[in-house]
C-alpha cells in the first residue's frame, strides 16, 4: 500500500486547512494521521477503524479536527478547523495492515506510511 498526503499549507491562527491521504489502492484497514514538530516526537492526531463508523482524537485537536474517510475507501480527509500555531507540524497519514473496529494511536500498530504534507499556522 503506497500513501500519498496532501492539502497542507500556510493559514493563520483560527483559519482552516484540509489534508487528504489518498492510498493506491482501496483501504479496508484503520488509518491514523500523526503530526511531529520540529525537536519534538511524532505524535497522534487522529485515528479512524476500517469501516469509518469509529474514530478516535487526540485531547488538543477535539472539537477542532474531523476525520472522515470516503465510500470508495481510497481517501481519508483531516478537516483541520480553528487552528494554533502549536499545530504547526509535517502531517503523516498511517495505514494497518489488517483491518479492526478498533482505532489505535500507538504508531507502532501501523505499517504503511505516507510522506508528510507541511502545516504551517501563524500567529
Known amino acids: 500500500v503506497q500513501l500519498q498526503a496532501s492539502g497542507g499549507g500556510l493559514v493563520q491562527t483560527g483559519g482552516s486547512l484540509r489534508v487528504s491521504c489518498r492510498a493506491s489502492?482501496?483501504?479496508?484497514?484503520?488509518v491514523g494521521w500523526f503530526r511531529q514538530a520540529p525537536g519534538k516526537e511524532r505524535e497522534f492526531v487522529a485515528g479512524?477503524?476500517?469501516?469509518?463508523?469509529?474514530?478516535l482524537y487526540a485531547d488538543s485537536v477535539k472539537g477542532r479536527f474531523t476525520l472522515s474517510r470516503d465510500s470508495a475507501k481510497t481517501t481519508v480527509i483531516l478537516q483541520m478547523d480553528n487552528l494554533k500555531p502549536e499545530d504547526t507540524a509535517v502531517y503523516y497519514c498511517a495505514a494497518r495492515s489488517s483491518s479492526s473496529s478498533l482505532v489505535f494511536a500507538d504508531r507502532r500498530y501501523y505499517n504503511y506510511w505516507g510522506q508528510g504534507t507541511q502545516v504551517t499556522v501563524s500567529s
Open positions: 489502492g482501496r483501504m479496508f484497514t484503520g
Open positions: 479512524i477503524d476500517s469501516s469509518g463508523s469509529r474514530t
